[in-house]
Nanobody, 116 residues
Framework: QVQLVESGGGLVQAGGSLRLSCAVS????????MGWYRQAPGKQRELVAS???????NYGDSVKGRFTISRDNAKNTVYLQMNSLKPEDTAVYYC??????????WGQGTPVTVSS
């Protein structure tokens, strides 16, 4: 049973920083992509950033230059460092695992609120 558990969300003032973590447990395929998505009230879920098992990264346009995704393959953990946060970054942030073999999994989400 694969499980993803996010942590690190919370309330922060505009301009501040937060670091999200997503720990993956269970048996996973070594070739995979881990990503962070977010969903604000009334909006569709969107990609924030993703990172492959080889280290290739991809970012949504709205977060480029402010957010950094990284991963520790030994710990099966992915991180999202969020700097220069804006009120429009307020959303529930979800971690996702996409595997070449074995399917995809989502975490339960962690809320991030940025006050102005």
């Amino acid at each position: 049973q694969v499980q993803l558990v996010e942590s690190g969300g919370g309330l922060v003032q505009a301009g501040g920083s937060l670091r999200l973590s997503c720990a993956v447990s269970g048996s996973i395929f070594s070739i995979n992509v881990m990503g962070w998505y977010r969903q604000a009230p009334g909006k569709q879920r969107e990609l924030v950033a993703s990172i492959s098992s080889g280290g290739s990264t991809n970012y949504g346009d709205s977060v480029k230059g402010r957010f950094t995704i990284s991963r520790d393959n030994a710990k099966n953990t992915v991180y999202l460092q969020m700097n220069s946060l804006k009120p429009e970054d307020t959303a529930v942030y979800y971690c996702k695992l996409d595997q070449r073999v074995g399917g995809s999994y989502w975490g339960q989400g962690t809320p991030v609120t940025v006050s102005s």
